[in-house]
Structures are given as C-alpha cells and as structure tokens.
C-alpha cells in the first residue's frame, strides 16, 4: 500500500483532488477539476462534503467515537482489516479537520476517481472518530497537511 500526501503548499506535487462532476444532487461533492492541482478552497470542500455526507447517514446528533491517540498503524489496520470487499474500491482516504476535543478524522474507501465509495444503500464505507492526539508516524506522514490517500 502507497501513499500519498495532498500537500497543497508546493509546486511539485500536482496529485489532483477527486474529480467532481456537475454538482446536481446534495450527495455529489462541490463541482471541481481532476486537472487542478489541490488548493486550500478544494480541500475545504472535500472536507465539508465528506462531513456532510457523514452527517446525513448518521445523523446530526450521532457524537463520533472518541479516541485518545489515532496512530499510522491503526489507519492502515483499518483500510486493510475493515476492506469491505467492493472490487470498485482503489484507495483509502484519511482526512482531518478541526474539533474542539481534538481533530475530527475521516477515513473513507475511495474508487478510482477518489470519490467516497457507497454501498448498495448509499451509504459510504468509512468511519469517523475525534482523535485527541496523533501519533508521531501519522503526524510525520500528515506534515501539517489534512488529506492522506491510500493506494
């Protein structure tokens, strides 16, 4: 399993953010381009639609589990052990965001045009918890960006 950091403060890394098509129901993402490289403005909405999307399966009152300290091995262990067995699969996602207790993380089975994948009802595979610390590996491989994906 590769991995990929988003890295959107430098001009060498030009690994696009999931293509995004016309923007006509609430469960698509914000319209975008696989052709740009990721900006600060295309992570925040990932971040806002995989929130949302999450938000909409499990309600809004549904509290994320809470989890002292989220390491590198455990998010492989998860995309590897929790691997729903959906051959459109390609690749995991690791997405962080801001939260009062700690960091809000994603992690999420994407397809290969990075799109969250969903299962016959709709609902993405994936989980999210709040993380009160990383630990060193992840926090390395993070670099202070919010995105990891998983090939």
């Known amino acids: 399993m590769s991995i990929m950091r988003k890295h959107h403060k430098s001009e060498h890394d030009r690994t696009p953010l999931p293509g995004y098509g016309e923007h006509t129901t609430s469960d ?44 590198f091995a455990d998010v492989v262990a998860y995309f590897t052990e929790k691997h729903p067995g959906d051959p459109r699969i390609a690749a995991g996602a690791l997405l962080c965001r801001p939260h009062p207790r700690g960091t809000l993380a994603f992690l999420v089975f994407l397809d290969d045009n990075d799109r969250p994948c969903k299962d016959p009802a709709g609902t993405p595979y994936g989980r999210r918890m709040v993380a009160t610390s990383f630990d060193e590996e992840l926090t390395r491989r993070l670099h202070g960006d919010s995105l990891l994906i998983f090939r």
């Open 28 to 71: 698509e993402p914000p319209p975008g381009s696989a052709a740009q490289s990721p900006d600060p403005q295309q992570l925040k909405a990932l971040a806002d639609f995989i929130t949302g999307l999450f938000e909409r399966i499990s309600g809004p009152r549904r509290r994320p589990e809470v989890v002292e300290e989220l390491g």
